[in-house]
């Protein structure tokens, strides 16, 4: 099982940015497409975005759409999730994990999700 490290969340106003970080826990994550998703109280988890392996392609969800930006660093064997114009509704725990990229961002079952990083958007 793959395991990640997920960090970068806090608390922020609506309207302020966070950038989250992705990390592997003792291996390499420049082979898998990877994906950041969410899960709010009472919320079934979602995907925010993913990236390819290469990083040349990246899907969105269409409520992030515009206020998000994944990127990702191989030589570092991170991922990020750079997030702008934070609106309360963005408020959840937020993992990473390997993910197919098709219309949307589809998690592969069978994984161990890390801790996730908590976003809190509030005035």
């Known amino acids: 099982q793959l395991q990640f490290v997920e960090s970068g969340g806090g608390l922020v106003q609506p309207g302020g940015s966070l950038r989250l970080t992705c990390a592997a826990s003792g291996f390499t994550l420049r082979y898998y497409s990877i994906g950041w998703f969410r899960q709010a109280p009472g919320k079934e988890r979602e995907g925010v975005s993913c990236?390819?392996?290469?990083?040349?392609?990246?899907n969105y969800a269409d409520s992030v759409k515009g206020r998000v930006t994944i990127s990702r660093d191989n030589a570092k064997n991170t991922v990020y999730l750079q997030m702008n114009s934070l609106k309360p509704e963005d408020t959840a725990v937020y993992y990473c994990a390997r993910s197919v990229l098709g219309k949307t961002c589809t998690v592969v079952p069978g994984q161990s999700w890390g801790q996730g990083t908590q976003v809190t958007v509030s005035s």
């Open positions: 990236i390819s392996s290469s990083g040349s392609s990246t």
